[in-house]
């Protein structure tokens, strides 16, 4: 006789250590770093890429980065002024809401901020967030890059892709063993929500759409014992 699953008991206390033993690890590994480098930076991440984020950490490998766990990390640097861990710590805690992450650094403010400032990377978009521009599809036979460029410089879309694309949404029909599009197909309008089958299509067509970028929020001095916000200093 098979066992009832409601007899299945799930132990959860290996899972709940490791967990605790993490963000304990994390709050101790933000407090060294703030009693090592000179200034604490807050900054978010736009379209957030594993890829792009360990080309931060390269480049930024005399510093430390630690992204996730805000609150793990917002205890370490202290909410208010009895609990802070340097003076005036506590005064950068209100900016680590959202998708932001800590850069522990020495180098000069004015450096870190310049480079930030031209830092981009472009890839493709995920479903959920606004199309940056219109892309459609023109008439006829359909090429790789979907009309983005010169016929002479394209070719034609592999017939085996015929029946991927049109269950993307695309309405095609294999003709002659080509891609046949019988009217100019709108992948995406601009500012519209991008769905899974609008990203493939994008991503199939080569059409990038989202930016990699990180953006400062404010920092901490450990010298002044002052937090600037970016935005307003800038102003």
Known sequence: MPKSKRAKIIHMSKTDKKGKELSQKLFANVREAADTYQYIFVFSVENMRNTYLKEVRSEFSDSRLFFGKTKVMAKALGLTDSDEHLPNLHALTPYLAGNVGLLFTSRDPSAVLAHFAAYT?????????????????????????GGELAVEDDVPLPHSLEVTVRKWGMPTRLVSGKVILEDDYEVCKEGQVLN???????????????????????YYSAATQEVKEVEAMEE
């Open 196 to 218: 899974s089958h609008q990203t493939a299509l994008l991503k199939m067509f080569g059409v990038a759409m989202a930016e990699f970028r990180v953006d400062m929020k404010a």
């Open 121 to 145: 990377q472009t890839d493709y978009a995920r479903a959920g967030i606004p199309a940056t521009q219109t892309f459609t599809v023109p008439a006829g036979t359909v090429y790789s890059r």
